[in-house]
Each structure stands twice: as structure tokens, then as C-alpha cells.
């Protein structure tokens, strides 16, 4: 009976050393955020003009738009829009016409977390980078058999944003061109935005 008293006392001794030990020791795994990725793009382009020769008249008009984007992973998402707009009007008095386009593409990444075991290596920080622009362009060439004159706007915006970044990105251009019997009057306007944050 002593015998069984003895193992017994040394049994819950020794559950109890190794629940202190347990204790005692660091802990092996840390929480640590994860997050998905997203990238996209949007552009949008006019091309108006005309050509006059002494046999003919060409007006030429086109217009474009485009937008995509993909995302990847926990909370990712991807917004893309391209627009153009092209407008002419004639009459007895004159000639208005006017061009824009625009385009934006938003991304952003928010996800979870992970248990990352102690000591091996911490996973990717937060990247995003973007870029946007708007241009336009005006062409004029004359000579004895005629003229032609062309007018190109564009705009184009994309970013790309990875584990807990966002990008914002925005172009816009614009052409307005008024003849009438005073004169010619034409102002054209670009503007960029490209933010980024992680």
C-alpha cells in the first residue's frame, strides 16, 4: 500500500513539473495579418478630325474605351471604369465640338491573419504602386491641295496593390474647339492622380 501511495505522489508531482514547464516556455506561433492581391487598368481614346481636298470632305471620329482587373486572396478587390464622350455640332453660325475621357482604377487588399511560427521569416509587407495620365494631342497640316487636321485625347489609369495596400489612380483629358464667323476658339485640359498607401 505504501508502494501505491508512493507512485501515486510522484505521478502528481510529476504533472504538476510539467505543467509548470509548460507555462514557463515562449510561446511558438504569432499572429500575423494576410492579405490577397489586385491589380487592374482602364483607358479610354478619341480620335476626331477632318480632311478637306478640293475633290472631298472626310470628317473622321473614333472613340474607345477599355477596362480589366483581377484580384487574388482573402478581402482583395479591383474597380476599373473608362470612359469617352465625343460631341459635334453644326450650324449655320459655326462649328462646336468637344472631347473627353476619363478613367479610374481602384485597388485595395484587406484580408486576415495566420499563426507564423517563431523564427522563420515574416511574410511580405504591403505594396502598391499606380500610375495615371491624360494627354491630348492636336495636328493641323495645310497645303495647296487641302488641310487636315486631327485631335487625339487619352486618358489611362491602372495600379496594382498586394498584401494590405491600396492604390487610387485617375486620368482626364479634354479637347473643346469653337469656329463661328468671330474666330476660332480651342482649350484643351489634362489632369492626373495616382495615390498610393500601405
Do not use: H, Y
Amino acid at each position: 500500500m505504501k508502494c501505491f501511495a508512493v507512485l501515486a505522489t510522484l505521478a502528481v508531482l510529476s504533472v504538476a513539473d510539467a505543467g509548470r514547464r509548460f507555462r514557463q516556455q515562449r510561446p511558438r506561433f504569432q499572429v500575423e495579418p494576410v492579405n490577397g492581391q489586385a491589380d487592374g487598368q482602364s483607358a479610354g481614346s478619341i480620335t476626331s478630325g477632318i480632311s478637306e481636298t478640293p475633290f472631298e470632305l472626310s470628317q473622321i471620329d473614333m472613340s474607345a474605351s477599355s477596362s480589366a482587373g483581377q484580384t487574388s486572396g482573402l478581402g482583395s478587390i479591383s474597380i476599373n471604369t473608362a470612359n469617352t464622350n465625343l460631341n459635334r455640332l453644326q450650324t449655320l453660325q459655326g462649328v462646336s465640338q468637344s472631347a473627353d475621357t476619363n478613367s479610374n482604377s481602384v485597388q485595395d487588399t484587406q484580408g486576415g491573419f495566420v499563426f507564423r511560427p517563431i523564427g522563420f521569416p515574416r511574410l511580405p509587407q504591403p505594396v502598391a504602386s499606380g500610375n495615371a495620365g491624360g494627354l491630348v494631342t492636336t495636328d493641323l497640316t495645310e497645303g495647296q491641295g487641302g488641310f487636315t487636321r486631327i485631335t487625339s485625347v487619352s486618358s489611362n489609369a491602372a495600379g496594382s496593390a498586394a498584401n494590405g495596400g491600396s492604390s487610387i489612380n485617375s486620368g482626364n483629358a479634354s479637347n473643346k474647339r469653337t469656329e463661328t464667323a468671330q474666330g476660332v476658339q480651342e482649350t484643351t485640359n489634362t489632369d492626373s492622380l495616382s495615390v498610393q498607401r500601405t
